[in-house]
């Protein structure tokens, strides 16, 4: 006889650090009624690299998080976040940290702190939650807040609230932040990133939509991405206004008839997406993308990276109490001209346990790995995801997950959730890339 276990709490954000799926677009995510709201978006400026200057007391100091150093002091790495400070002299996420020291010979790098960044992150939320009932953690250093309770005050009255959020974060935590209030998520988003660092910016009415955001190019709103974007300006849109002024007929030509309206909602400003506390649902995909701290030809080692992305997004699947049968796989390389290999995969059946995937993904990414390699490519990284997900609970007729292994992973969870993520965990996951910027869970 099967003894039921109960798992405890899941915190399926833990080291989630990059969000991937467009919240707002689901049609369960959002208010069903038509009537005007109020957002107010918080943005922490350069969030990793200002909790380490607050720690290093490196105020002024230009900075950035991500590298490492060899023991001759060479900088290795890549730069994920830098000070404005240093931004100032054309460092740049994405950057090398080589290329970074070599622009700026006295800038400071430290290596990133995801515990530390988490932490701050859920002390930013509490002050925020002393604000308003409903707080949305978009991502470790941002945040939605449902302000619909001053939707009729005056301008005069929004200023002062948010001016009073900005100087609570700075008073009680030393953190700057940049603040956008507008009508909706997309355009409080994209009001917080016009006045950077520590600005407030207010989308009020009709004409300062007209100023702050129409002029803004399309690939600055959610779900416009760099492919979605070219489809667009080959019809000549290349600004929110453009947008507006064609209509939502041709988004619904170019990306559907759903998905094309609920686009071009979110370019007018009339999305009306709820603010996502913790009871709210999962996303519509889940993926975990990690890149290597540096290159490797060993196929095995890959294969412990793949089983590390496999463990933590079965294990928020879990938490969503959500499953899937289909997925990909993305093995990337290290070489300028072509990024890598994608491929989708399924499993026999609905899963959300770590070894049916890990047994689907493995029989066709060892033979991928092994033309890679007999090719001459490095490889660089690993991304895994679900390419829909089953919230349904049905039995399936030809497939049923093994009783004993979910045991396994529920009693596996219920020890992790009460004594922290790896306190159990499969010998496999000591197996990878070895790096100084490697970090267990990254999404």
């Given at each position: 006889?099967?003894?039921?276990?109960?798992?405890?709490?899941?915190?399926?954000?833990?080291?989630?650090?990059?969000?991937?799926?467009?919240?707002?677009?689901?049609?369960?995510?959002?208010?069903?009624?038509?009537?005007?709201?109020?957002?107010?978006?918080?943005d922490m400026n350069c969030f990793y690299a200002q909790v380490e200057q607050l720690c290093y007391n490196l105020y002024g100091m230009p900075l950035?998080?991500?590298?490492?150093?060899?023991?001759?002091?060479?900088?290795?790495?890549?730069?994920?976040?830098?000070?404005?400070?240093?931004r100032a002299f054309g460092v740049k996420t994405g950057m090398s940290a080589y290329e970074a020291e070599k622009i700026c010979p006295y800038l400071v790098g430290v290596q990133a702190d995801y515990k530390k960044y988490e932490g701050m992150s859920r002390l930013v939320r509490e002050v925020l939650q002393g604000f308003a009932m409903d707080v949305e953690k978009y991502s470790m250093d941002e945040y939605f807040i449902d302000i619909n309770f001053l939707k009729d005050a005056s301008r005069a009255v929004l200023e002062d609230y948010a001016h009073r959020l900005k100087h609570k974060l700075y008073d009680e935590l030393h953190l700057v932040c940049s603040i956008g209030i507008a009508r909706s998520k997309t355009y409080a988003k994209l009001a917080s990133d016009l006045r950077k660092p520590r600005g407030i910016t207010i989308v009020y009415d009709e004409e300062d939509a007209a100023e702050?955001?129409?002029?803004?190019?399309?690939?600055?709103?959610?779900?416009?991405?760099?492919?979605?974007?070219?489809?667009?300006?080959k019809e000549g849109l290349i600004t929110i206004a453009d947008?507006?002024?064609?209509?939502?007929?041709?988004?619904?030509?170019?990306?559907?008839?759903?998905?094309?309206?609920?686009?071009?909602?979110?370019?007018?400003?009339?999305?009306?997406?709820?603010?996502?506390?913790?009871?709210?649902?999962?996303?519509?995909?889940?993926?975990?993308?990690?890149?290597?701290s540096d290159w490797t030809k060993n196929p095995d080692k890959v294969e412990g990276e793949i089983m590390k992305g496999i463990q933590q997004l079965c294990y928020r699947m879990r938490g969503y109490g959500v499953k899937a049968d289909k997925y990909f796989c993305y093995l990337r390389v290290q070489d300028q001209k072509w990024s890598g290999d994608k491929f989708r995969f399924n499993t026999a059946g609905r899963t959300n346990l770590d070894d049916y995937i890990y047994r689907a993904c493995m029989k066709q990414a060892?033979?991928?790995?092994?033309?890679?390699?007999?090719?001459?490519?490095?490889?660089?990284?690993?991304?895994?995801?679900?390419?829909?997900?089953?919230?349904?609970?049905?039995?399936?007729?030809?497939?049923?997950?093994?009783?004993?292994?979910?045991?396994?992973?529920?009693?596996?969870?219920?020890?992790?959730?009460?004594?922290?993520?790896?306190?159990?965990?499969?010998?496999?996951?000591?197996?990878?890339?070895?790096?100084?910027?490697?970090?267990?869970?990254?999404?």
């Open positions: 006889m099967m003894i039921g276990i109960e798992p405890g709490t899941y915190d399926v954000h833990e080291d989630v650090h990059k969000i991937t799926d467009y919240r707002c677009v689901s049609r369960d995510m959002q208010h069903t009624s038509m009537e005007p709201r109020l957002y107010l978006h918080v950035y998080v991500g590298g490492w150093y060899k023991p001759d002091g060479t900088p290795r790495g890549i730069v994920a976040t830098s000070s404005y400070e240093a702050l955001i129409y002029p803004l190019p399309l690939d600055e709103v959610w779900g416009i991405g760099n492919r979605r974007y070219a489809k667009l300006r947008g507006l002024e064609r209509g939502y007929p041709l988004f619904q030509k170019q990306f559907g008839e759903y998905f094309g309206k609920i686009v071009y909602e979110m370019i007018a400003g009339k999305d009306r997406a709820r603010v996502l506390t913790e009871e709210s649902p999962p996303p519509e995909l889940l993926n975990y993308m990690h890149t290597f060892r033979p991928r790995m092994a033309r890679l390699l007999a090719n001459g490519f490095a490889l660089r990284g690993v991304g895994l995801g679900t390419l829909e997900l089953d919230r349904s609970h049905q039995q399936e007729l030809f497939f049923s997950e093994n009783k004993k292994m979910r045991q396994f992973y529920l009693a596996q969870d219920a020890i992790n959730n009460e004594y922290g993520k790896g306190t159990i965990q499969k010998a496999s996951m000591k197996y990878g890339v070895e790096g100084k910027t490697h970090f267990l869970e990254r999404s």
